[in-house]
């Protein structure tokens, strides 16, 4: 009797145990039981798919010499001299940012450090390089036998092309941009400009962009942050030149392709996540006051409140929650008690 009973609770426990083990069940066992064990079923039933829900991609200004001393030496850039608001205005200011300083544009934010352009019309980018571990190998022996290990680093430090699509909206302005871009350095490289004396001394190369790509999931925590440096090597200029009986100019000209010569890439290290609020804190004073002193002047927007103010936020990482944040000027809004909903 005591051996029956005794095989009774054993087949309830296994009964129990097996149920836990379903993968028909809760997402979250179902992936404790794919960490665990191997499957003997051979079942095919898996948890959810990664949940990678948002990517965003941040080109940061350069600080090129836009000043009137050099662009009356070249009759191609002498246009982006034009007085009023217009985005030839907007390109010389957008890319030199200590005329910035003294000048101003309605439709430009001399505090934040990105090309908001490039960012809200971006499209696609591609070309960024899978991290191959690299191998010593011995000589073959007699029988094609060799021997090897790890030779290489888990980091990329070579250069690489990223591919980028914009969509080309009125004005065309990220072609102006890109154009100027390269004009300049173009101009650099000859000696008919000369940059800035403090990048000059400091031998910093002053066209240059940081791209960023932050990748979050649903609840905004990042999961995913890369960063790289470089500048374009493709004017798209030469498509809007083509000709086919079959297109329209506008189809020809919806979109424009650029490419950007890069120079190693930083993936997932955390001193990314410190590193961006550091541009963010160097780039406004008010974010620096927040950070610094506890200052009030800039607030974070609630998820439910975003779309009342998008494109006047600023980008900002909650270091405690790992979260990408959208903060604003509460001089620049019209809202009472926002209130935090985390």
Not at 264 to 281: K, S, T
């Amino acid at each position: 009797m005591a051996e029956r009973e005794e095989m009774l609770n054993y087949q309830d426990r296994f009964r129990e145990t097996t149920s836990k083990l379903s993968v028909e069940g809760d997402p979250e066992q179902t992936l404790i039981n794919l960490l665990y064990g191997l499957n003997s079923n051979h079942t095919t039933t898996l948890p959810q798919v990664n949940d990678d829900d948002k990517t965003y991609v941040f080109f940061t200004r350069t600080d090129i010499n836009l000043s009137e001393q050099n662009v009356k030496r070249d009759r191609k850039t002498i246009g982006i001299m034009k007085e009023g608001e217009s985005i030839q205005k907007y390109t010389r200011l957008m890319l030199d940012q200590y005329l910035n300083q003294k000048e101003s544009s309605l439709v430009l934010d001399k505090y934040n450090p990105f090309i908001p352009i490039m960012t809200n019309t971006l499209e696609t980018l591609s070309g960024f390089p899978d991290i191959v571990m690299e191998s010593w190998l011995s000589k073959p022996g007699l029988r094609k036998d060799q021997y090897g290990y790890a030779d290489g680093y888990d980091k990329i430090f070579y250069t690489f092309d990223l591919d980028a699509t914009f969509t080309n909206v009125i004005d065309e302005p990220v072609p102006h941009i890109v154009s100027t871009w390269m004009r300049y350095m173009t101009n650099v490289r000859d000696g008919s400009f000369v940059p800035y004396k403090h990048n000059y001394l400091a031998r910093r190369i002053d066209y240059q962009t940081s791209i960023w790509v932050i990748v979050t999931n649903k609840n905004k925590r990042i999961k995913k942050i890369a960063k790289t440096i470089g500048y374009p090597i493709a004017d798209p200029q030469g498509r809007f030149f083509n000709y086919s009986r079959a297109d329209s100019k506008l189809n020809i000209g919806s979109k424009i392709n650029t490419r950007f010569k890069c120079f190693g890439v930083d993936y997932n290290d955390p001193i990314l996540l410190v590193e961006f609020n550091a541009l963010m804190i160097a780039s406004h004073p008010k974010i620096k006051d927040m950070v610094i002193n506890g200052g009030t002047d800039m607030v974070e927007i609630p998820d439910r409140f975003k779309s009342l103010f998008s494109y006047r936020g600023y980008p900002f990482i909650d270091l405690k929650y790992n979260t990408l944040e959208t903060i604003v000027d509460k001089a620049n809004i019209d809202i009472k008690d926002i209130k935090d909903d985390k």
